[in-house]
């Protein structure tokens, strides 16, 4: 079973920017779409930026298009460039896989969750 872990998060300058990595534990990654979702304090977990299994396809949540960027490499890491980021950019974080290989935003076709990385931005 694939197993995610994120890294990245951490405190950022609202303007500035970061760098996610989601890594997998196995090659089946190779197979799976990625997802992006992040969660606030008090907010249900949202969906930020998905990429399908081979990086041809994405798609990203209006209020991060041309600011975020979604992209994985040909091993088993995905990685979420934020860049002009704002306060209420910040939240936990998470990556996800999808068995399916597409690049979805319904949080219910992902079944491998991370653990969250937090990423805080400030005014």
């Known amino acids: 079973q694939v197993q995610l872990v994120e890294s990245g998060g951490g405190l950022v300058q609202a303007g500035g920017s970061l760098r996610l990595s989601c890594t997998a534990s196995?090659?089946?990654?190779?197979?799976?779409?990625i997802g992006w979702f992040r969660q606030a304090p008090g907010k249900e977990r949202e969906f930020v930026a998905a990429i399908n299994y081979n990086g041809g396809s994405t798609q990203f949540a209006d209020s991060v298009k041309g600011r975020f960027s979604i992209s994985r490499d040909y091993g088993n890491t995905a990685y979420l460039e934020m860049d002009r980021v704002k306060p209420e950019d910040t939240a936990i974080y998470y990556c996800?896989?999808?068995?399916?290989?597409?690049?979805?935003?319904?949080?219910?076709?992902?079944?491998?969750w991370g653990q969250g990385t937090q990423v805080t931005v400030s005014s």
């Open positions: 196995v090659r089946t990654f190779l197979t799976h779409g």
């Open positions: 996800a896989a999808d068995p399916s290989g597409e690049s979805t935003t319904e949080i219910r076709r992902y079944t491998t």
